[in-house]
């Protein structure tokens, strides 16, 4: 019995460092924009890892990949790290990543119900970016949603759907092996 506990430990261990490495990843695909919130794919790889892994997974990993970058690691954005990046302008986004994975690995048979949770993750880790980015800059809060939020929504949300598609076959495929239930 001690044997399989460890095994499923270690799984775990390594799969949330998989997946704080996909992200990682992910965030290394961007765009800058001069507003210094770019366009990355870190809302798809976070989505991906949460909805393959569910809500522990994903979250852990989320946190995993956000210490990692506060310790000083280049895996923010144009390979950036560093505390100051989560005190920054787009430390409320990095953050709000956290509470995103939750809602995106909350388990569902509806394809429609897991997107509405989704969703409100998505709109959480709006809220938790407009509002550092407004503070920051020193704009009023409907002027930073305008900046940095608004941009960024329909790419954010068909990364999102299309995470929540790509989930669906991997979850099966990696399933076999018991490495997500």
Same mark, same amino acid.
């Given at each position: 019995?001690?044997?399989?506990?460890?095994?499923?430990?270690?799984?775990?261990?390594?799969?949330?460092?998989?997946?704080?490495?996909?992200?990682?990843?992910?965030?290394?695909?961007?765009?800058?924009?001069?507003?210094?919130?770019?366009?990355?794919?870190?809302?798809?790889?976070?989505?991906?890892?949460?909805?393959?892994? #569910?809500?522990?997974?994903?979250?852990?990993?989320?946190?995993?990949?956000?210490?990692?970058?506060?310790?000083?690691?280049?895996?923010?954005?144009?390979?950036?790290?560093?505390?100051?990046?989560?005190?920054?302008?787009?430390? #409320?986004?990095?953050?709000?990543?956290?509470?995103?994975?939750?809602?995106?690995?909350?388990?569902?048979?509806?394809?429609?119900?897991?997107?509405?949770?989704?969703?409100?993750?998505?709109?959480?880790?709006?809220?938790? #970016?407009?509002?550092?980015?407004?503070?920051?800059?020193?704009?009023?809060?409907?002027?930073?949603?305008?900046?940095?939020?608004?941009?960024?929504?329909?790419?954010?949300?068909?990364?999102?759907?299309?995470?929540?598609?790509?989930?669906?076959?991997?979850?099966?495929?990696?399933?076999?092996? #018991?490495?997500?239930?």
């Amino acid at each position: 019995m001690e044997s399989k506990n460890n095994k499923t430990k270690t799984v775990t261990i390594v799969t949330c460092a998989l997946f704080a490495a996909i992200i990682a990843i992910s965030a290394q695909i961007s765009l800058p924009l001069p507003t210094n919130v770019p366009i990355t794919l870190q809302t798809f790889g976070v989505a991906l890892c949460a909805a393959v892994g #569910g809500s522990m997974i994903g979250t852990i990993s989320t946190s995993v990949y956000v210490l990692l970058g506060a310790v000083g690691l280049p895996v923010f954005s144009m390979m950036r790290g560093g505390f100051a990046m989560l005190v920054g302008p787009t430390g #409320g986004f990095l953050l709000g990543f956290i509470p995103f994975a939750f809602f995106c690995g909350i388990s569902s048979k509806n394809f429609a119900f897991k997107m509405g949770f989704s969703i409100i993750g998505l709109i959480v880790c709006y809220l938790c #970016g407009a509002l550092q980015y407004c503070l920051i800059a020193q704009i009023g809060f409907i002027e930073s949603i305008t900046v940095v939020v608004l941009p960024f929504m329909l790419k954010d949300i068909l990364s999102t759907v299309a995470a929540q598609l790509m989930a669906i076959p991997i979850r099966k495929a990696v399933a076999q092996y #018991g490495v997500i239930r």
